[in-house]
């Protein structure tokens, strides 16, 4: 909205042409964010705390989790909140990449929001069934997967690129790229949802991923910078760069109230959105696999239940204390802000590398 505004104005006085830039825009988005998640978050906070319900505690989990039963969840609800009014602010709303990456986000957003409404209003810590869920989510992925692959203008925007080797470049036909496109939205949203287990454990990875995909999606888009690092170019794709901006804006707004010991829990309605939101993102601009790595923390929580899952029904025998694997760690001992702040440092290292995949071609 105020872009179109700027615009306009940049006829009567030159500086308004300062919002024609990405970085600008971006960090104006990340701002925005930021202060509307400070500003909304206690009012929210004491309107969760009204329901008088929390995030269903696992009696099996460490006994250290037994007192957070009571604080309040659904806070992404602030998340997605502060990241939609950033993006209708700052954002070029006549761009397709935007709305695809929005819609999908409140997608899930509602998917979690129904699951967390359950759990709190009706007092079913089971939520919304699996299978309801799943297909719900399965729906939106592939919708967005068909409507990328049918929209798509150039080639590069429906091939799959293999990190550090430039001349492997696998063209998609329709399947394989719906396919790839589902996967990895409703797998990195079931992701996030299964890494936030722990204090502020899951939304700065994401905000550390975010910006990264900021980055790429801002080279992607940019003709010579696209070039220069033999990255696919993908025209439109770096107003994402405010999307990726106000989502690390707002989740850094909302780790000030969900960092150890937490007043709220992201629940449901933030964990499934911000997942979708990220593999989208890196849908658009072909950096699948680069999220692989730089997400890697979701990935290994994922991969942690999904062994201890299959381990339990072939042998009857656990391979961690428990899973996902950041209770493993707590099990062993681990006081709760230690794991929180080595997976932290584990994010940032692994975002570090899948930064360094832009030169290393």
Not at 177 to 196: C, E, K, P, Q, R
Request: proline share 4%; aromatic share 14%.
């Amino acid at each position: 909205m105020l872009l179109e505004l700027a615009r306009w104005l940049q006829g009567l006085e030159n500086f308004f042409s300062l919002f024609n830039y990405l970085t600008f825009r971006g960090i104006l988005a990340a701002l925005t964010s930021l202060f509307l998640s400070l500003w909304w978050g206690p009012a929210l906070i004491r309107r969760l705390a009204q329901y008088k319900g929390g995030q269903p505690i696992r009696q099996d989990g460490p006994q250290t989790h037994f007192s957070k039963a009571g604080t309040p969840t659904m806070g992404g609800a602030l998340i997605l909140i502060a990241v939609l009014a950033a993006v209708l602010l700052w954002g070029d709303l006549r761009n397709k990449y935007v709305w695809v990456v929005l819609a999908v986000m409140l997608a899930f957003g509602a998917i979690g929001w129904y699951d967390d409404w359950i759990k709190i209003v009706k007092r079913d810590p089971n939520g919304l069934k699996s299978r309801w869920k799943y297909l719900l989510q399965s729906l939106f992925g592939l919708a967005a997967g068909l409507f990328l692959f049918y929209s798509a203008d150039v080639p590069a925007a429906t091939t799959f690129y293999i990190p550090l080797f430039k001349a492997i470049a696998l063209p998609l036909v329709g399947v394989s790229f719906v396919a790839i496109a589902y996967f990895w939205i409703v797998g990195f949203s079931n992701a996030v949802n299964l890494t936030d287990g722990l204090d502020g454990l899951a939304i700065m990875p994401t905000v550390l991923v975010a910006c990264a995909l900021g980055v790429f999606a801002y080279a992607s888009g940019h003709a010579e910078f696209s070039e220069y690092l033999q990255i696919p170019r993908i025209p439109g794709a770096g107003e994402l760069v405010i999307i990726c901006a106000a989502i690390a804006g707002a989740g850094l707004g909302f780790l000030w109230f969900n960092t150890y010991p937490a007043m709220v829990f992201m629940g449901d309605i933030g964990a499934l959105a911000l997942g979708a939101a990220l593999g989208a993102i890196a849908v658009i601009v072909r950096q699948e696999l680069v999220l692989v790595i730089m997400g890697g923390i979701f990935v290994i929580e994922t991969l942690s239940v999904m062994i201890q899952v299959a381990s339990f029904k072939l042998t009857g025998r656990r391979v961690f204390r428990m899973a996902p694997i950041h209770h493993h760690f707590e099990l062993k001992g681990w006081p709760e802000p230690r794991v929180i702040v080595r997976f932290w440092i584990i994010s940032v290292i692994l975002v570090l590398v899948g930064l360094a995949t832009l030169k290393v071609r």
